[in-house]
């Protein structure tokens, strides 16, 4: 229940962040005498931002509460010892500062806890984006908490899961806040919704990506999804995912027009309350799954060598040409970003070019670079370099020379920044949409120096 619990927290926490910052209308439309209409009091900030972060704030000291009471819960259980025995104290205090696992749990709680005072005090988005890094750091401290971190495999499983429970927390908690804002956004809504529809979109490629990588590293052979309890699981919520994906086809193929077109609330917030019941379920599978042993076990395999022991890789064989195309590791956090870029683009292109733009017409040249950027960002990372990397230098250095001199450049050539001026229209609400993220300036005279490090 605790898990649960603390994974809802979790959830809308992350979600009450991102939507403030991409989705809701974060400036009040201004009556006379520049007071804002919703609420009377004058306030610059829209109400439905502002009860957002109130929400976040409030749910993320609950989430920090229920983390410190799940690493206390969960030393007891693993010791055998009751809590209010003499030395309990004593021995968690170790636990905590000693144990790897306890220090992970004891970082998290604290992590949380800063971000949700920071909430309190900052509106600003630079505040937020502070307060996202601060949560997304604690997400990182979960997944090193679970199955993920004891498998050879470690580094595709605990990607996978930062990626998922990102995804999952940002789709839950979107949902939710939908619901509990409606009042408030008023005539927003519509705008709102059709903002975290392609959100969602987002968090439900993200979702299904992941949930096969962690699949794949926990399963040892197809069989075990219908000959274990873990693959049964998995099953269920593969079903949970199915049904989500119809949900958000049907809302935005006829849901959104109808509430844009004739302010049909009532059956878009049906629909929403719908996919809510449907995300917390997939919700409660996963924190079942979090305590339940997958087929593969958690027990690393024994070390076969010293570069194994350094890099928890096996060593690979001697390099030659032919290990040069054939060498693969799959690396999923470059994987992730090279699909999520390419995916990105693609969207921004198939949309239509904004009325006295110049250029109708965007050159292929331009697609082809920023894909080619993209393919080698892919082979860089889990390619032959990305294999032979931990154990040369010199394949080090070329890893990152390929990056910063072949990658790099080809995803500038690609021009994203332009395609994104021309095809997508600057909000007037204050929210932060692609095309303000593309332009975004730094304010700060330490910001204008890290964007432009030039000397001067």
């Not at 519509?190 to 993200?206: H, N, P």
């Not at 693959?231 to 958000?248: E, Y």
């Not at 719908?274 to 079942?288: C, P, R, S, W």
């Not at 395999?301 to 010293?306: E, G, K, N, T, Y």
């Amino acid at each position: 229940m605790v898990d649960v619990l603390g994974d809802l927290c979790a959830a809308i926490t992350v979600a009450c962040i991102v939507m403030a910052l991409l989705v809701l209308p974060r400036r009040a439309e201004a009556g006379p005498g520049g007071v804002s209409p919703e609420d009377g009091s004058g306030s610059r900030l829209h109400p439905a931002y502002e009860r957002a972060l109130d929400i976040g704030t409030v749910v993320g000291s609950l989430w920090a509460v229920l983390l410190v009471l799940r690493m206390v819960l969960g030393y007891a259980l693993a010791a055998g010892q009751a809590p209010f025995k003499p030395r309990f104290g004593s021995d968690l205090m170790m636990y905590v500062t000693s144990l790897e696992l306890g220090q992970y749990q004891l970082a998290g709680a604290v992590l949380v806890a800063i971000a949700s005072t920071l909430l309190i005090a900052v509106r600003s988005r630079a505040g937020l984006l502070a307060g996202l890094g601060l949560v997304f750091a604690a997400l990182v401290t979960k997944s090193m908490t679970g199955h993920a971190a004891g498998q050879t495999t470690h580094e595709a499983a605990t990607s996978s899961m930062i990626v998922h429970l990102v995804a999952a927390g940002i789709w839950l908690g979107g949902l939710a806040l939908l619901l509990v804002l409606a009042s408030r956004l008023g005539p927003a809504l519509a705008d709102a919704a059709e903002r975290f529809s392609v959100l969602a979109l987002a968090c439900y490629g993200a979702l299904t990506v992941s949930g096969i990588v962690s699949a794949v590293v926990r399963l040892s052979a197809p069989m075990d999804v219908v000959t274990t309890a873990y693959g049964w699981m998995i099953l269920l919520k593969t079903i949970l995912l199915v049904l989500l994906g119809a949900a958000g086809w049907w809302q935005r193929r006829r849901t959104l027009l109808r509430l844009r077109r004739s302010d049909q609330r009532r059956s878009f917030l049906w629909l929403v309350a719908g996919e809510v019941f449907l995300v917390a379920a997939a919700t409660g599978l996963a924190a079942a799954l979090s305590n339940t042993a997958p087929p593969v076990p958690d027990e690393p395999d024994p070390v076969s060598s010293p570069a194994e022991a350094l890099t928890d890789f096996p060593l690979p064989g001697a390099p030659d040409l032919a290990t040069l195309f054939t060498a693969w590791r799959a690396d999923v956090a470059g994987a992730a970003l090279a699909l999520g870029l390419a995916v990105a683009y693609v969207w921004v292109r198939s949309r239509r070019p904004l009325a006295g733009s110049e250029g109708r017409s965007w050159p292929a040249r331009r697609s082809v670079a920023w894909f080619g950027g993209c393919a080698v960002l892919v082979w860089s990372t889990s390619g032959a370099p990305g294999v032979y990397a931990p154990v040369q230098f010199s394949v080090h250095l070329g890893q990152h020379a390929l990056l910063a001199l072949v990658a790099a450049p080809l995803l500038v050539a690609g021009r994203f920044g332009e395609l994104v001026r021309s095809r997508i229209a600057s909000r007037t609400d204050g929210s932060a949409g692609l095309r303000e993220l593309v332009d975004w300036k730094p304010g700060s005279s330490l910001g204008q120096w890290l964007s432009s490090p030039g000397f001067r």
